[in-house]
């Protein structure tokens, strides 16, 4: 009778990572996608300045004027009658005593000045205005 060849097993050395890249760049691409989205939501187009913006992941609470003047706490929308109630109820919740107030550029002086006036009534004297960072290019050279 004649003997059979026994089947000798490899063990597999190649790591086949095409699948792998596949899963990388889809996830990528959804990372690119919702990234802007995690932003605040309330959209202002905020005045901009040369001097240093403060960031907006700060901890405090994050008043928004938007250019209809409505006002908003951490993106909840808020009446002027009882504005000062639910910041303090904010801030409570929160555990912070810090403001940052945005507001879009074509607010009105006196509507922001009329908030900062309620901020400031609740006992809280760390506001922080958040501006936009002015463009050199946009700008033109500086004369000097």
Known sequence: MPRRRQRTYR???DINIANLVDVVLVLLIIFMISAP?????????????????????????VVTI????GIYINDVWSRLDN???NL????????????YLRADS???YGTAIRVIALIKETGIED??????????AASGPSRR
Request: aromatic letters at 2%; proline letters at 3%.
């Open 88 to 99: 303090v109820s904010e801030l409570r919740a929160k555990n912070v005593s810090s403001v």
């Open 83 to 85: 504005f000062e109630d």
């Open 127 to 136: 506001i922080g205005l958040v501006t936009g960072r002015e463009e050199e």
């Open 66 to 69: 938007d250019e209809k003047s």
């Open 37 to 61: 989205l995690l932003q605040s939501g309330i959209e202002v187009n905020l005045p901009q300045t040369r001097a240093a913006a403060i960031s907006e992941e700060a901890e405090g609470v």
């Open 11 to 13: 063990a597999l050395a």
């Open 106 to 108: 074509l607010v009105p």
